[in-house]
């Protein structure tokens, strides 16, 4: 799924996880809302429910 943070990722900031930037996500888990992402160095960093939004494939296409 494609997400965008809506905050700062707590020790990700230096990795390119800021407020904003548009991320491909993986969950973690079938049940659970946290997911991971790849910042920039290739360092995973998780992403809690209330740091992000799913981007939709509309949302993506206007963006471009």
């Known amino acids: 799924m494609r997400i965008k943070l809506t905050c700062d990722i707590f020790g990700g900031a230096e990795d390119g996880c800021v407020k904003g930037k548009e991320f ?3 969950l973690v888990g079938p ?3 946290t997911v991971e992402i790849i910042g920039d160095s290739g360092r ?3 992403a809690f429910h209330y740091e992000y939004e ?3 494939e ?3 296409a206007q963006a471009s």
């Open 58 to 60: 509309e949302q993506g």
């Open 24 to 26: 491909d996500a993986v």
């Open 54 to 56: 799913v981007v939709t």
């Open 44 to 46: 995973p960093h998780r």
């Open 31 to 33: 049940r659970s809302t």
